[in-house]
Nanobody
Framework: QVQLVESGGGLVQAGGSLRLSCAASGSIFSINDMAWYRQAPGKQRELVAGITSGGMTNYADSVKGRFTISRDNGKNTVYLQMNSLKPDDTAVYYC?????????WGQGTQVTVSS
């Protein structure tokens, strides 16, 4: 069994920054891909950023240049540094990891950006 615990969400003014963390624990030998998704009210869940086990990253166009995804393999943790936040970034943010053929989701953390 794999558990994901997210932290770092909150309320911030437009232009501010937040750093999300997601720590994985449980029956993990090695984690393949790690990613952050978000879901705003009334919208579908969307990929924000992803990072492979080799460190290759990809980002949604809407966050390029503002968000940075990183991982610490020794801690089984993925991070999302979010800068220059906008009200449109308001959503519940979920981490997602792939361990071999299985995908696991975190419980979500709320990010609210006020204008």
């Amino acid at each position: 069994q794999v558990q994901l615990v997210e932290s770092g969400g909150g309320l911030v003014q437009a232009g501010g920054s937040l750093r999300l963390s997601c720590a994985a624990s449980g029956s993990i030998f090695s984690i393949n891909d790690m990613a952050w998704y978000r879901q705003a009210p009334g919208k579908q869940r969307e990929l924000v950023a992803g990072i492979t086990s080799g460190g290759m990253t990809n980002y949604a166009d809407s966050v390029k240049g503002r968000f940075t995804i990183s991982r610490d393999n020794g801690k089984n943790t993925v991070y999302l540094q979010m800068n220059s936040l906008k009200p449109d970034d308001t959503a519940v943010y979920y981490c997602n990891i792939r361990v071999r053929l299985y995908y696991y989701w975190g419980q979500g953390t709320q990010v609210t950006v006020s204008s």
